[in-house]
């Protein structure tokens, strides 16, 4: 099902090379190639096989699959979305997933990939995905969170982890990614990125020209594995 995307954060496209073509402005940080996707991922999922709770799938793996007619296109629309980015020069992966590990050494901070968060990245790059089945991430507008770093309370016990002689204190919170994770605002409303669309999201990077896109993962719904493309 078609979702309306606020503009304020949102270009909404309508093909890949839009997708990775529009040049992020202002508080566009995010791309979406709005789709409404055809054939039975649900199939797919069923005949994967779980092996860790986050599995890799390959093209041969998903080529090994026997499938119904509505399997088959969904496994086409894969493996399509697979080659356009690698074409491109990324490195796109596909997983089942079970869950990601969690993040419980601290109660005052959670650094996991379900707290709100932003990708950092060496090189000028964005982060691409696309959820096929299962629960989806949501993204939130940068003005709507606060960094944890600069919450008072969790700042001080930061500051008592932190050793002097292990160097600077803004280095200690980037070198265990606390300054990647924030903390949504009262009345803060997320946007859900959906089923089947291919999202770009603005990474943290000293040369892009926009904030970058805080997102979360969502919590998996209960006996439900998802199918998502990442990288």
């Known amino acids: 099902m078609l979702m309306s995307y606020s503009s304020k954060q949102v270009e909404v496209v309508s093909n ?12 566009k940080n995010a791309t979406c190639w709005q789709r409404e996707l055809s054939g039975d991922f649900k199939e797919i999922v069923s005949k994967l096989v779980l092996k860790d709770d986050i599995t890799e799938v390959l093209i041969e793996d998903l080529l090994a699959l026997e499938l119904s007619d509505q399997g088959k296109l969904a496994r086409e629309i894969i493996i399509s979305d697979l080659e356009y980015l690698t074409e ?19 109660d005052f901070i959670s650094t996991d990939v379900y707290s709100y968060h932003v990708d950092r990245s060496p090189i000028l790059t964005d982060t691409y995905l696309c959820t096929y089945y299962g629960a989806s991430s949501d993204i939130i507008a940068n ?22 002689s292990d160097g600077d204190f803004e280095e200690f919170l980037k070198e265990y990614f606390f300054d990647l994770h924030y903390h949504a605002k009262e009345n803060a409303t997320p946007t859900n990125l959906g089923i089947g669309h291919l999202w770009r999201l603005a990474v943290d990077h ?22 998502l493309l990442i990288c």
């Open 16 to 27: 890949f090379k839009d997708l990775i073509g529009f040049e992020f402005y202002g508080t």
């Open 88 to 106: 491109f020069g990324a490195q796109p992966t596909l997983n089942l997933l079970k869950s990601y590990a969690r993040d419980d050494e601290f």
């Open 143 to 164: 003005e709507e969170v606060t960094q944890k770093i600069l919450i008072p309370e969790i700042r001080e016990k930061l500051k008592e982890l932190h050793d002097d």
């Open 206 to 227: 000293p040369n892009q020209a926009v904030l970058p896109c805080v997102h979360r993962a969502p919590k998996e719904n209960d006996g439900e594995y998802r199918l």
